[in-house]
T-cell receptor
């Protein structure tokens, strides 16, 4: 299995809602990432988990809360979002190797709309 | 600051012609340079990558060249086809404060029939 899966594909939520995005991979990768991508822009890194520990938080607002329950799963909990948070949220995974980068495999993304 | 610059932002070529996209990076410690293709509404997918111990890598119609001295790398697509139409992103690691990939701003490639 060489795929990263994400659910849901689309999500519409109000500013007072609480929702979660889910990501799963079964490639044995021990690094997982959340990216935010606005239209016509490159993916923008939000969080990195390495061996199930949060290793990078790119100064993301606390209304985004990541969670890595195990080596295959990555969640992004959303609460009190703003309309400007509407974007495509991409999950990715890779195999960490000290000092050596390996290919990141991206999921199909969740298109989030905040009303 | 540490970033990756990508040019051009849009590129239109006749089907069958070649396309070249260029990127420059600032972190001299960078040693891995991937190129991603993102079709409309789809996920980014790696099409080719190169490590700093080689100067060129080819995979059928796609090639990447790396000039470490000048800190730039380029994507070359030959004999372009309609299915090559997409947005292409270059990327490079940033080591100075935290290890992560920095993406270029993207190039929208259109292939004219």
């Amino acid at each position: 299995d060489t795929e990263v899966t994400q659910t849901p594909k689309h999500l519409v939520m109000g500013m007072t809602n609480k929702k979660s995005l889910k990501c799963e991979q079964h490639m044995g990768h021990r690094a997982m990432y959340w990216y935010k991508q606005k239209a016509k822009k490159p993916p923008e890194l939000m969080f990195v988990y390495s061996y199930e520990k949060l290793s990078i938080n790119e100064s993301v607002p606390s209304r985004f809360s990541p969670e890595c329950p195990n080596s295959s799963l990555l969640n992004l909990h959303l609460h009190a979002l703003q309309p400007e948070d509407s974007a495509l949220y991409l999950c990715a995974s890779s195999q960490p190797d000290r000092g050596i980068y390996n290919e990141q495999f991206f999921g199909p993304g969740t298109r989030l709309t905040v009303l | 600051g540490e970033n990756v610059e990508q040019h051009p932002s849009t590129l239109s070529v006749q089907e069958g012609d070649s396309a070249v996209i260029k990127c420059t990076y600032s972190d001299s410690a960078s040693n891995y340079f991937p190129w991603y293709k993102q079709e409309l509404g789809k996920r980014p997918q790696l099409i080719i990558d190169i490590r700093s111990n080689v100067g060129e890598k080819k995979d059928q119609r796609i090639a990447v060249t790396l000039n470490k001295t000048a800190k730039h790398f380029s994507l070359h697509i030959t004999e372009t086809q309609p299915e090559d139409s997409a947005v292409y992103f270059c990327a490079a690691p940033r080591y100075s404060s935290a290890s992560k990939i920095i993406f270029g701003s993207g190039t929208r490639l259109s292939i004219r029939p």
